[in-house]
T-cell receptor, first 118, second 110 residues
Framework: NAGVMQNPRHLVRRRGQEARLRCSPMKGHSHVYWYRQLPEEGLKFMVYLQKENIIDESGMPKERFSAEFPKEGPSILRIQQVVRGDSAAYFC????????????????FGPGTRLTVT | SQQGEEDPQALSIQEGENATMNCSYKTSINNLQWYRQNSGRGLVHLILIRSNEREKHSGRLRVTLDTSKKSSSLLITASRAADTASYFCALSGGSYIPTFGRGTSLIVHP
């Protein structure tokens, strides 16, 4: 059973370009979470999605950031018009828990995408 | 949502010694999890402890939870160089989304 997969592992973008980060959850998991980690910091929650549904996007910046988890295919975190401050490691996690039914569960993390904005 | 605060921020020990890291928080929680992150890698789940539990073990790891003091500790016994990593606590309270602290950076010297 493959773990959570993220690609690309490293992404370099110039200011103003778009960044697309992909996350394939573990087989059988339909819950995906995106986190951002700045150097020497902990992970900051961004968004929680289920298939075709955004459940909680309270950690997402209001502009330029969007996320989706289509019925088929990976979850995508899109950052439009990137700025230097977007440089960070972006981690995706998945879990098998159903929303509202289980509150203690383990999240399985991917290896992350390191975004550098030049 | 609240964030746990790990202490110390950094810890440097010799192989074979025990390492203890603490996590303190402010409001009530449903559970607390400990994760490890090796440099440049994703997080690996270590242990989940529920609010009604006081202690859990997994191999060389021992986690305690004191809800009256709102703190948890992670003990790694007989540490190895391979234990060198950052360790994070993640809290789940009213929101089901775990929130992470800044972590403790552990260096184990061979």
């Amino acid at each position: 059973n493959a773990g959570v997969m993220q690609n690309p592992r490293h992404l370099v973008r110039r200011r103003g370009q778009e960044a697309r980060l992909r996350c394939s959850p573990m087989k059988g998991h339909s819950h995906v979470y995106w986190y951002r980690q700045l150097p020497e910091e902990g992970l900051k929650f961004m968004v929680y999605l289920q298939k075709e549904n955004i459940i909680d996007e309270s950690g997402m910046p209001k502009e330029r950031f969007s996320a989706e988890f289509p019925k088929e295919g990976p979850s995508i975190l899109r950052i439009q018009q990137v700025v230097r401050g977007d440089s960070a490691a972006y981690f995706c996690a998945s879990s098998p828990a159903e929303f509202g039914t289980v509150i203690d569960y383990e999240q399985y993390f991917g290896p992350g995408t390191r975004l550098t904005v030049t | 949502s609240q964030q746990g605060e790990e202490d110390p921020q950094a810890l440097s020990i010799q192989e074979g010694e025990n390492a203890t890291m603490n996590c303190s928080y402010k409001t009530s929680i449903n559970n607390l999890q400990w994760y490890r992150q090796n440099s440049g890698r994703g997080l690996v789940h270590l242990i989940l402890i529920r609010s009604n539990e006081r202690e859990k073990h997994s191999g060389r790891l021992r986690v305690t939870l004191d809800t009256s003091k709102k703190s948890s500790s992670l003990l790694i016994t007989a540490s190895r160089a391979a234990d060198t990593a950052s360790y994070f606590c993640a809290l789940s309270g009213g929101s089901y989304i775990p929130t992470f602290g800044r972590g403790t950076s552990l260096i184990v010297h061979p």
